[in-house]
């Protein structure tokens, strides 16, 4: 608790180190179309585009924005995306004259989704970029082309309220037998066990992720180089058809919200606020979004159950921002970028998320009590796996629907591998990968 308090006191303190940030990032410089009047030239705006599932990111804290069009006298305006339309929506402006001048995506996405070398600036050469701990969450062959605070990777499985554990008695579950024990016990106290939000495609795909590659990693390990070498399909692992067995039947059993496919991700907070639910198959960023809203709300997370003692998921570094060749205001976007970065607002963005630093004149906070129990409980005893996402090489908005398809009752877990194998398939051979 003494930290998330903290936390927020970093956060009150923002606005007036902010204001010191501005020599290590040359806001005074006329060249970027600034001054530090911000009254010789008129006012620019840059948009930045985002989800509207990612409205608690760092890097849209509105002090930031405020203070950095105080000094700069360039605006950010968000343009906020429904989480499901962002992958289409952008794709689309990025191949018409509607290019935002930044954009926050996900990079291990950003490859396969928005042809990331072809549309994105290397940022290599930005000032900011000697200074990076760990330049490979930020890089893709061989170039930085995102930006981001943090080099934390946001770790999935079951998000779960720690007090409604402690309340009933229940333990972490280590199988899939001892995880529906827990949700009947949880149903039976009156709290709905498990918050599907599988109106957001993406939602539906965070247990098998886990799950997949939990199975491959200590079972198959060269799985994924025969499956982009179209040696393997996703089929022809047994137990992934029981994965989605698994998760369809937490559904089918009662444990969850009734409205599944018109629930969404940004419901997700609220719910847990309510105590209206007790776990969501999710990443620790829920977490984060949580403990903003409630400090006193102790939350955690733990592997998704699909086998005995699974291995807890480690997605890609997710949230990082980019920007797009086609934009509009490009000095002023790399700016923002600039501003952002210097030790002053890094550091407080880092204290204030409880972040691990990706710069090495910015110090890592004490953790928060969740993510020190990550770092205690799989980190450090080497108990992750990265999900399946690191492994992809193509768009995988097909197997989101496809999963969202199941819970419509429209196909069983047997049609959802086979559709997806011919999908894959296409979408590899319309990339040009050798062997499809």
């Known amino acids: 608790m003494k930290i998330l308090k903290r936390k927020k006191i970093a956060t009150v303190m923002l606005a007036s180190l902010l204001t010191i940030s501005l020599t290590a990032c040359g806001a005074g410089d006329s060249s970027t179309g600034s001054s530090s009047g911000g009254d010789n030239k008129a006012k620019v705006t840059l948009e930045l585009a985002i989800s509207k599932s990612s409205q608690d990111s760092a890097f849209i804290q509105q002090d930031i924005l405020d203070e950095f069009e105080k000094q700069t006298n360039v605006r950010v305006n968000l343009q906020l995306i429904p989480a499901e339309q962002t992958t289409t929506v952008l794709q689309t402006k990025l191949a018409v004259d509607e290019t935002p001048d930044i954009i926050q995506y996900n990079l291990a996405s950003a490859v396969t989704d928005l042809n990331l070398e072809r549309n994105f600036e290397i940022l290599d050469d930005e000032p900011w970029a000697s200074r990076i701990v760990n330049k490979d969450v930020l890089s893709a062959g061989g170039h930085i082309y995102s930006f981001h605070v943090s080099q934390d990777t946001g770790m999935q499985g079951v998000v779960y309220n720690k007090q409604i554990f402690e309340e009933l008695g229940i333990t972490i579950p280590t199988t899939y037998e001892q995880f529906l024990a827990v949700c009947e016990k949880i149903k039976a106290s009156g709290i709905t066990p498990v918050f599907m939000p599988y109106k957001d495609a993406w939602a539906a795909n965070i247990w098998p992720a886990a799950a997949f590659a939990d199975f491959v990693t200590k079972n198959e390990p060269t799985f994924f180089d025969d499956l982009n070498s179209n040696k393997k399909k996703w089929s022809d692992i047994p137990e992934f058809k029981t994965f989605l067995e698994q998760q369809y039947e937490v559904y089918t059993k009662g444990y969850t919200n009734t409205d599944v496919l018109s629930d969404s991700y940004d419901m997700a907070v609220g719910k847990f606020l309510n105590k209206e639910v007790a776990m969501m198959f ?155």
């Not at 570094?317 to 086609?326: A, D, H, S, T, V």
């Not at 819970?407 to 086979?418: I, Q, R, S």
Request: charged share 25%; net charge negative; proline share 6%.
């Open 282 to 436: 999710m990443g620790d960023w829920l977490i984060e979004g949580v403990a903003e809203q409630d400090p006193s709300m102790e939350l955690g997370v733990f592997p998704i159950p699909s086998t005995e003692d699974a291995s807890l998921g480690a997605s890609p570094l997710g949230g990082q921002l980019f920007i797009p060749k086609k934009s509009k205001h490009l000095e002023e976007a790399k700016q923002f970028l600039d501003f952002i970065a210097s030790k002053d607002v890094a550091q407080q963005i880092v204290d204030s998320k409880g972040y691990v630093s990706n710069f090495n004149d910015v110090t890592t906070p004490e953790l928060p009590a969740y993510k020190q129990d990550i770092v205690d409980n799989y980190i450090t005893p080497k108990k992750t796996v990265l999900t399946t996402d690191a492994y992809m090489l193509v768009d995988r908005s097909e197997l989101y629907r496809l999963l969202q398809d199941q819970f419509a009752g429209g196909l069983t877990p047997e049609e959802v591998l086979k559709s997806w194998d011919e999908k894959f398939s296409q979408l590899m051979q319309d990339k040009g990968v050798a062997g499809f």
